[in-house]
């Protein structure tokens, strides 16, 4: 396989990757909305309001809370076409969604444990930390055979 064939085949990694994310988000999202997220979520950033103030955490109402993450979702989704195209802005995004994605699931697990209860969205959580790590690796990937079929490496 020549050089420009495995950053051909990088480049669909990556843009598989992306929608691989991007789905595993909505799976996740689905999660939420099934076993009542805002419920936990809510009170919880009112008691932490009551405590420090000026924290910046909103609570949401069920509407506006999953209209705003579909829309995430699908906006995600459209950016797939460019992840495909490794267009080099999404070097970093993609980096970003890697450490959301672990950060995000982790939280949950965390909060599980902590509380001896499943925090909603819990189930989910090990798919939001996959399909993180397959993303990271397909950019890593990508990039790295970017180098080689460039000569920059």
Not at 28 to 45: S, T
Request: hydrophobic residues 50%.
């Amino acid at each position: 396989m020549t050089p420009r064939e495995r950053y051909s085949q990088a480049g669909r990694r990556w843009g598989i990757a992306w929608i691989t994310m991007a789905a595993g988000l909505g799976v996740h999202v689905i999660d939420e909305a099934l076993n009542d997220f805002l419920g936990y979520w809510n009170p919880l950033v009112e008691g932490l309001r009551t405590r420090v103030p000026l924290l910046p955490l909103p609570t949401f109402s069920f509407g506006v809370w999953l209209t705003g993450l579909i829309m995430a979702v699908a906006a995600l989704l459209l950016m797939s076409h460019y992840a495909f195209a490794g267009r080099p802005w999404m070097r970093p995004l993609s980096y970003f969604m890697f450490v959301f994605m672990l950060g995000n699931g982790s939280f949950h697990i965390l909060g599980t444990i902590v509380t001896r209860r499943p925090v909603p969205g819990v189930y989910s959580s090990p798919i939001l930390l996959l399909c993180g790590i397959f993303l990271f690796g397909a950019v890593r990937r990508y990039w790295r055979e970017a180098d080689v079929s460039t000569g920059a490496a």
